[in-house]
């Protein structure tokens, strides 16, 4: 089951564990992010990760981003840091990483060429820090699904039911990630407003 925050799957698992006692050992109830962490513990190695990875929170991520703004010549508090933050994060939800944007001709962004620099260069510290930002863990589990078919056997195997609560607040990422761990008799459940 996937909650969107670490309260309601604990509610969640709480309340599913009094209802069939006999299999809350079994229950996997978390949010998306907290079930990429748990599966790239044990799968990042398919992408050159040890399973001890560090994880970005949101002061890492900013603190980085800042760290390259200053080596490119700007200060701590331009524009651009929160610009290229957001922008970041807002490729990420797409599903991209530098590579894959092609910057929009039609309705040009006189700063998308510094946001890239800033995002490729955030991606290559990160990488070699072996440290993931929370899109990541989303990002890197998808291309692991994705390229690495026993991997992905494996782990459909171990799901014959996906609960998805506030299913409507679920984006294409994280829909895609729930595609790859279904089988054709894969029960899906959603729960949305």
Known sequence: AIAFTNKVAAEMKKRAGKLVPEFSQFLNVSTFHAFCARFLRV??????????????????????????CVSMGYKKGDDIVKESLRYIRNKKMQGKYPDDIVPNKLRPNPSEKECIEIF??????????????????LLKTILILDN???????WKRKYD??????????NDVQYHLMQLLMRPDTFVYVVGD
């Open 161 to 170: 039911h996906i609960l998805v609560d506030e299913f409507q607040d679920t």
């Open 120 to 137: 490729r260069t955030y991606e290559e510290r990160k990488t070699n820090m072996l440290a993931l930002d929370f899109d990541d863990l």
């Open 43 to 68: 799968e990042a190695h398919a992408i050159g990760y040890p399973a001890n990875f560090t994880i970005f929170d949101e002061d890492d991520q900013s603190s980085l981003v800042k760290d390259i």
């Open 148 to 154: 690495f078919p026993s991997i992905t056997e494996k």
